[in-house]
Nanobody, 115 residues
Framework: QGQLVESGGGLVQAGGSLRLSCAAS????????LGWYRQAPGKQRELVAN??????SDYADSVKGRFTISWDNGKMIYLQMNRLKAEDTAVYYC??????????WGKGTQVIVSS
């Protein structure tokens, strides 16, 4: 459950789409939160979207209506990103917070949106 590996980042033009994937090392039976964070150069890491136990999801205001987080009830967590903007450029990290409150992170995947 502790290992997370992101993929799907890349270079895309503004207005385009990308789908990020995060593979967990084990099936995700229980958790406090599954989430996607991002960190742009010179900025703090910020929450982009999350799914909390019980299944509800939440989004940063800056991505509402454009990004969608999902989980396949197994090992995969996704972030569908549409209508990308230059300000979405960042390294995107997958996060799992266990029921014990322990945070696990992937190494990140770079997203660059050209304007």
């Amino acid at each position: 459950q502790g290992q997370l590996v992101e993929s799907g980042g890349g270079l895309v033009q503004a207005g385009g789409s990308l789908r990020l994937s995060c593979a967990a090392s084990g099936t995700l039976f229980s958790f406090n939160q599954l989430g996607w964070y991002r960190q742009a150069p010179g900025k703090q890491r910020e929450l982009v979207a999350n799914i909390i136990s019980g299944g509800s999801s939440d989004y940063a205001d800056s991505v509402k209506g454009r990004f969608t987080i999902s989980w396949d009830n197994g090992k995969m967590i996704y972030l569908q990103m549409n209508r990308l903007k230059a300000e979405d450029t960042a390294v995107y990290y997958c996060n799992l917070q266990s029921v014990y409150g322990i945070d696990y992170w992937g190494k990140g995947t770079q997203v660059i949106v050209s304007s």
